[in-house]
């Protein structure tokens, strides 16, 4: 599989309505609160890369253990009684989980990663600075970045929209894709919106379900990952592919909040690669 494929609708996008189609470790995770209305930040780490003694000190389980351990109770369950009915949905949503490379901590786990040398990430967004950020919190290199979406940025030299697509709608593509693209620009591709997304829904105990629409996708992912310039969408219709040009920003090495009146925070520039995204042809937001 080249990656899961997600198909986002207008109501659940940030900082735009242009529905669109990506690849990616994460891509096509539900989104329940959209990025854009947070004041709240997660806290993320690769599970699988911490050592299994540590993690289960942490009582940090991987969704592959946690289902092993769920099927081994649902036959338990089923012997002990043959009229037992096991609840699917908990199976389903762990399905879900094991698509995910990041798994959410809780400030109990934060503290003990830490206190072992561990490194995790902490990222977030609050709507009333119109700022996303990014930190590496503990392990060897630590380091905090601070980005703006009222900040301007350079664009590559680039061809731009294409024919078919209205100046509008470029830039309203630009603006979903910003958070996105900054987050991976800033983690170095570990972190992206869909983990932060899928993150918060577990932060407020919500259960997630694998969307069979995307299931049938798959082929169509496929399609996308070979390089197909249009796909076909079940249940949107055609998707055609354009290219967004990189761009460098400005990132801030200490929160604008924390700084007094006239003082000026340290900064650099990072690069933002070009990326492909599939846009709905027929699409009338």
């Known amino acids: 599989m080249p990656g899961i494929i997600g198909v986002r609708s207008p109501s659940s996008l940030s900082f735009g309505k242009r529905v669109h189609v990506l690849l990616g470790p994460d891509a096509g995770f539900p989104e329940t609160h959209p990025l854009v209305e947070w004041k709240t930040d997660v806290a993320l780490v690769d599970a699988r890369t911490i050592p299994p003694e540590l993690r289960r000190q942490a009582d940090l389980r991987l969704p592959e253990e946690e289902r092993a351990e769920f099927e081994v109770y649902l036959w338990e369950m089923a012997e002990q009684n043959a009229e037992f009915m096991p609840n699917t949905r908990e199976l ?27 490194a995790y990430w902490l990222a977030g967004y609050t709507r009333q600075s119109d700022t996303l950020w990014v930190h590496r919190e503990g392990g060897a290199a630590p380091f905090k970045a601070w980005v703006s979406l009222r900040d301007a940025v350079r664009e590559d030299a680039a061809p731009g929209a294409p024919g078919w697509l209205s100046p509008e ?107 492909d995204a599939w846009v709905l042809v027929n699409d009338p937001g």
Do not use: C, N, Y
């Not at 399905?95 to 995910?100: E, F, G, K, R």
């Not at 460098?248 to 990072?270: C, I, Q």
């Open 169 to 275: 709608t470029w830039s309203d593509l630009w603006r979903v894709r910003w958070a996105d693209r900054v987050l991976r620009a800033l983690s170095g591709g570990e972190v992206t919106e869909a983990a932060l997304l899928l993150a918060h829904a577990h932060k407020g105990r919500q259960q997630l379900l694998p969307d069979d629409i995307a299931q049938d996708a798959a082929e169509v992912a496929a399609r996308m990952a070979e390089g197909a310039d249009e796909v076909e969408l079940p249940l949107h219709g055609p998707a055609r592919r354009v290219r967004l040009p990189g761009f460098t920003m400005t990132v801030w090495e200490v929160s604008p909040r924390d700084l007094k009146p006239g003082e000026s925070a340290p900064s650099h520039e990072t690069h933002v690669p070009a990326e």
């Open 92 to 118: 389903e949503a762990l399905d879900l989980d094991q698509l995910a490379r990041l798994t959410s901590l809780d400030a109990q786990t934060r503290h003990f990663l830490e206190s072992h040398g561990l």
